[in-house]
């Protein structure tokens, strides 16, 4: 089965700095990498994704990149505000398989006022 | 709408108990799922309903039964807790069709089993 590594498994930065973490997987036939983001007492929610036909995409302040030779990718979040603390998670997923996401063990960002 | 809900939001239960975890969604999706998350595990996919009357096994189900009573709503149930089952639990749902893979999650349960 497909196998996810995220690193740093936490990360703390100065408000307005930048900020990214990192995902490796293990199966060629992944297609599909979407990130959550976790809230203290909630459940994970949707903040970016990314298709392994395209190589990066932006919303705003966060953006993704993919390569799909390396079999990695990454969440870069720009000017870092408070409310970006939380846990965020990638995950890794076939289309056409896609009831099931292997997640990363998950990476507690702290962003200081 | 209220999205995915699940009840009950904290539970303490000895070895041995049984109980079951409540999960609807009022979004009309397909596909529902259960994960459990442990410290620096991540979430790790128990069971999953494709559809209305399919269930099928995740990475974790040892010691989990799951009902998908309707297109609504998914249980999980444990017939004999242990201490290794002490974990966050996390229903989800997806439309999973239409090139639409989101997950949307519920707050979850936490479990703890002595």
């Known amino acids: 089965g497909e196998n996810v590594e995220q690193h740093p498994s936490t990360l703390s930065v100065q408000e307005g700095d930048s900020a990214v973490i990192k995902c490796t997987y293990s199966?060629?036939?992944?297609?599909?990498f979407p990130w959550y983001k976790q809230e203290l007492g909630k459940g994970p929610q949707l903040i970016i994704d990314i298709r392994s036909n395209v190589g990066e995409k932006k919303d705003q302040r966060i953006a993704v990149t993919l390569n799909k030779t390396a079999k990695h990718f990454s969440l870069h979040i720009t000017e870092t505000q408070p409310e970006d603390s939380a846990v965020y998670f990638c995950a890794a997923s076939t289309e056409g398989n896609f009831n099931k996401f292997y997640f990363g063990s998950g990476t507690k960002l702290n962003v200081k006022p | 709408n209220a999205g995915v809900t699940q009840t009950p939001k904290f539970q303490v239960l000895k070895t041995g108990q049984s109980m079951t975890l409540q999960c609807a969604q009022d979004?009309?999706?397909?596909?529902m799922y259960w994960y459990r998350q442990d410290p620096g595990m991540g979430l790790r996919l128990i069971y999953y309903?494709?559809?209305?009357?399919?269930?099928d096994k995740g990475e974790v189900p040892n010691g989990y039964n799951v009902s998908r009573l309707n297109k609504r709503e998914f249980s999980l149930r444990l017939e004999s807790a242990a201490p290794s089952q002490t974990s966050v639990y996390f229903c989800?749902?997806?439309?999973?069709?239409?090139?639409?893979?989101?997950?949307?999650f519920g707050p979850g349960t936490r479990l703890t089993v002595t």
């Open positions: 979004m009309n999706h397909n596909s």
């Open positions: 199966d060629s036939a992944s297609n599909y």
């Open positions: 989800a749902s997806s439309v999973s069709s239409g090139g639409s893979y989101e997950q949307y």
């Open positions: 309903s494709a559809s209305e009357g399919t269930t």
